[in-house]
């Protein structure tokens, strides 16, 4: 039974269920402020549930790639859309700042790793 990691939280769900449908059971939208009442329902047109994800997942959906190659999203960011986005095994998933999300921080060096904060100890 795989675990996501997110905000401090592990939330155990189920391989092959969708993560914006984990972290919203769990109480944990992947949405910023208002964004959690103005967004597309995990249609994947919106691109306000868009996060950092760590972790075996599916790849990206054409509608996910299409809708991050559209401002304010970068398709280069590494940023994936949660309604779009099937949980293969444990996750560390971060939102960053942002009504979509989209503010993402520098840590091109740790690319593929858990956050700091959460990483396994030896």
């Known amino acids: 039974m795989p675990t996501v990691h997110f905000r401090g939280r592990e939330i155990e769900c189920d391989r092959g269920d969708v993560?914006?449908?984990?972290?919203?059971?769990?109480?944990?939208?992947?949405?910023?402020?208002?964004?959690s009442w103005f967004n597309c329902r995990g249609g994947g047109s919106c691109g306000t549930c868009a996060v950092r994800v760590r972790g075996p997942v599916t790849y990206r959906t054409k509608k996910e790639r299409r809708r991050?190659?559209?401002?304010?999203?970068?398709?280069d960011s590494g940023l994936?859309?949660?309604?779009?986005?099937?949980?293969?095994?444990?996750?560390?998933?971060?939102?960053?700042?942002?009504?979509?999300?989209?503010?993402?921080?520098?840590?091109?060096?740790?690319?593929?790793e858990p956050p700091e904060a959460e990483r396994p100890t030896d």
């Open 80 to 112: 994936r859309l949660a309604c779009q986005t099937v949980v293969l095994g444990d996750l560390w998933v971060e939102k960053y700042p942002g009504f979509w999300g989209q503010h993402v921080e520098g840590d091109e060096d740790r690319a593929g």
């Open 68 to 75: 991050l190659r559209f401002p304010p999203h970068d398709p």
């Open 19 to 35: 993560l914006r449908d984990v972290l919203r059971a769990a109480g944990e939208p992947p949405h910023n402020g208002h964004s």
